[in-house]
């Protein structure tokens, strides 16, 4: 009988210790990403033609934010962005670049490496499209790193890959981005082309499709500069001359796509209640950028519209964080590594300018950030065509400018106009307004050491 009391005090104690290190552990951190989904495309976000469970589920236990931006709506200068924290103008990845080493320098620190030195387990899966090799873990510090080629279904093998991963570091504090293709798909399936991640059935009748956006159709006073550039390559742009109803079954198609990633995010989510590190992970959502949706009849990204520069971002804890929604603005390039940082108690670099959106969850009435900067270089893949602008945000208004064209400016009331249908900067009006946008631009430029220049 001594010896079973002995046993039971001795295993009640250990399950103490136990419980008091999981209580203090680190928190890990997931950070899971699409490629060019629009923040209106999940059912949590009032949108009745498609059905996102698992992205639900997040907003469903944390904050999301319905004011979130990319840094730049293009692949390789988002994901700079978002693994630099640092704007596409300050790290020159303005386009699509290749995975090449010798692009990236070494003062400019990577998110793997920051944690790394940080003493967490760093892992990532799936779509890569940054400009450093993935060989190269001293550079980025992603020691874990699966599924980066493009290959049939890349993206259902990512669940699994992130479950090994999660089985394999469930005792140490981890940072793991999960990273998928879909709705990227929607540029193959515009082409008419197979696409690269999933199967779709046949596209239904156009009446039996989703319907048109109030704004679908190119605005009055709209720069020309951004049709131009879209005879570039019709293989980015095959919609130049779609009617309505191949824009209703291009809806159709891009909802699809984004289910089938939902269900994916659903594996990775399920994976972190079945190796029982659920209640201590924090969940990070977002896309690299949007897409134009059939906003003003635009597919595909590099428009600053917002269908295309506009992401999800959530950032949640499941089972211990309650929903809410926050119209703060956010930039997911400048602001995830401050943010990650600010959780996991790891110091970020000291160079870094973007806001740690951690500061807001605990205290939602503090204001981090009135406006908002992001930037575009319109290009044909990797080669630049020397079409670039800026976007102003606020909480009520955009200001548009572009480099080229008679018409360089556009200014909309976002509360009035959120489909950005009316550019009030023809309006006599709205004269004030405008000057003042141009005039903050212009000032945060030479603040930040940005060479854009209107010529206005």
């Known amino acids: 009988m001594r010896k079973i009391r002995i046993f039971l005090l001795f295993a009640f104690n250990a399950l103490l210790l136990n419980g008091f290190a999981q209580s203090n552990q680190k928190p890990n951190i997931l950070i899971i990403m699409t490629d060019q989904q629009t923040a209106e495309a999940m059912s949590i976000a009032g949108n009745k033609d498609l059905h996102t469970p698992a992205m639900d589920k997040l907003a469903q236990n944390g904050i999301r934010f319905t004011k979130a931006y990319c840094a730049q709506p293009l692949c390789t200068p988002s994901r700079s962005a978002i693994f630099s924290g640092k704007m596409p103008f300050e790290t020159g990845f303005v386009g699509n670049a290749p995975e090449k080493d010798g692009q990236w320098p070494d003062s400019l620190l990577m998110m793997g490496k920051i944690f790394k030195n940080g003493g967490y387990q760093t892992g990532y899966v799936g779509k890569w499209h940054l400009p450093v090799p993935t060989a190269k873990i001293s550079q980025h510090g992603f020691e874990y790193i699966q599924n980066t080629n493009f290959l049939d279904y890349n993206d259902a093998g990512t669940p699994a890959y992130c479950a090994r991963f999660i089985k394999e570091n469930k005792e140490k504090p981890f940072l793991l981005v999960a990273s998928f293709l879909n709705p990227h798909d929607i540029c193959e399936w515009a082409r008419g082309e197979t696409l690269k991640m999933d199967l779709l059935e046949d596209t239904p009748p156009a009446d039996q499709c989703p319907p048109l956006p109030a704004n679908w159709k190119i605005p009055a006073n709209e720069p020309q500069i951004v049709r131009e550039q879209q005879k570039v390559s019709a293989r980015t742009y095959p919609s130049v001359n779609w009617n309505a109803g191949e824009w209703r079954q291009y809806r159709w198609a891009y909802n699809r796509l984004v289910e089938k990633v939902d269900g994916y995010i659903g594996m990775v989510l399920a994976s972190l209640k079945k190796y029982g590190v659920e209640k201590n992970t924090i ?74 959106i951690g500061k807001r969850l605990d205290h939602p009435q503090q204001n981090l950030r009135d406006t908002l900067v992001i930037e575009t270089d319109f290009a044909d893949n990797e080669e630049l065509l020397g079409i670039s602008g800026r976007a102003v945000i606020t909480k009520d208004f955009k200001y548009i400018v572009y480099n080229k064209g008679d018409i360089k400016e556009q200014l909309f009331d976002l509360t009035k106009d959120p489909g950005e249908m009316n550019n009030l900067a023809v309006d006599h009006k709205y004269k004030k307004k405008l000057i003042a946008m141009r005039t903050y631009l212009k000032q945060w430029c030479k603040t930040n050491g940005d060479k854009f220049k209107a010529g206005l």
């Open 283 to 356: 969940i990070v959502f977002t896309a690299d950028h949007g897409d134009g949706y059939a906003g003003h009849s635009w597919n595909q990204k590099q428009i600053l519209y917002e269908e295309a520069s506009k992401v999800p971002f959530i950032i949640a804890k499941l089972g211990e964080w309650k929903p809410r929604t926050d119209d703060m603005l956010v930039c997911n390039g400048t602001d995830i590594i401050p943010t990650i940082c600010g959780l996991a108690g790891i110091p970020k670099p000291k160079y870094l300018k973007g806001i740690d």
